[in-house]
C-alpha cells in the first residue's frame, strides 16, 4: 500500500477545525470587501473599447461584402436596369 503525505494545509485545517468557526468578521466587513472589489471592476474592466472595436470590424466587413457582392458576385450586374428598359421602351414607343 502507497502511504501519501498528507498536505501541510490540510493539516493545520484538520488540526484546527475548532478555531475556524470562533471568529466573525467586524461589522462593516462586508462594505468595505464591496467598496474594494468595485473600485477593481471599475479600474480593470470597461468595455467601450471592445464594443468600438466590434463595431468598427461590423462596418467594414458589412462595407466589403457588398462592394465584393456588387461587383464580383451579382449575377445581373452586365444586365440593363428595369429604369434603363423603361426608359428604352418609352423611347421606342415615341418613334
Known amino acids: 500500500m502507497v502511504m501519501r503525505s498528507e498536505d501541510p494545509i490540510e ?3 484538520r488540526e484546527n477545525k475548532d478555531e475556524f468557526g470562533n471568529y466573525a468578521p467586524p461589522g462593516d ?3 468595505t470587501f464591496l467598496n474594494k472589489l468595485n473600485r477593481r471592476i471599475r479600474h480593470f474592466i470597461s468595455i467601450a473599447p471592445y464594443l468600438l472595436k466590434v ?3 461590423t462596418v467594414i ?3 466589403a461584402s457588398v462592394i465584393v457582392w456588387n461587383n464580383f458576385i451579382r449575377k445581373d450586374r452586365n444586365a440593363i436596369s428595369l429604369k434603363d428598359k423603361i426608359s428604352l421602351e ?3 414607343l415615341l418613334d
Do not use: G, N
Request: aromatic fraction near 26%; proline fraction near 0%.
Open 11 to 13: 493539516k493545520f485545517i
Open 29 to 31: 466587513h462586508m462594505e
Open 55 to 57: 463595431a468598427v470590424a
Open 61 to 63: 466587413i458589412f462595407t
Open 90 to 92: 418609352f423611347y421606342r
